[in-house]
């Protein structure tokens, strides 16, 4: 089996501020994810400096990386 470690969130987005529902956000993650640790996910906004349909405000984009250990039986 595989163990969380954390999760990394980026959310791209032009004019949103996810600053003042980023709490919620996290504890929806852990929750979906079956983790009571929320310090181990962090989520945070960049835009998109005007590029594309992000940049226009047309589209979002989100990047997620997990980090996961191996769990060892002994």
């Known amino acids: 089996g595989r163990k969380l470690v954390n999760v990394d969130i980026?959310?791209?987005l032009e004019h949103i501020k996810i600053e003042p529902i980023?709490?919620?956000m996290i504890n929806r993650v852990a929750t979906a994810l079956g983790d009571d640790e929320e310090n181990?996910?962090?989520?945070?906004?960049?835009?998109?400096?005007?590029?594309?349909?992000?940049?226009s405000g047309d589209a979002v984009a989100c990047y997620t990386t997990a980090l996961l250990i191996r769990e060892t039986t002994d």
């Open 40 to 55: 181990r996910i962090s989520i945070k906004a960049k835009t998109n400096e005007g590029v594309a349909a992000v940049g």
């Open 10 to 12: 980026t959310v791209i």
């Open 22 to 24: 980023a709490k919620i």
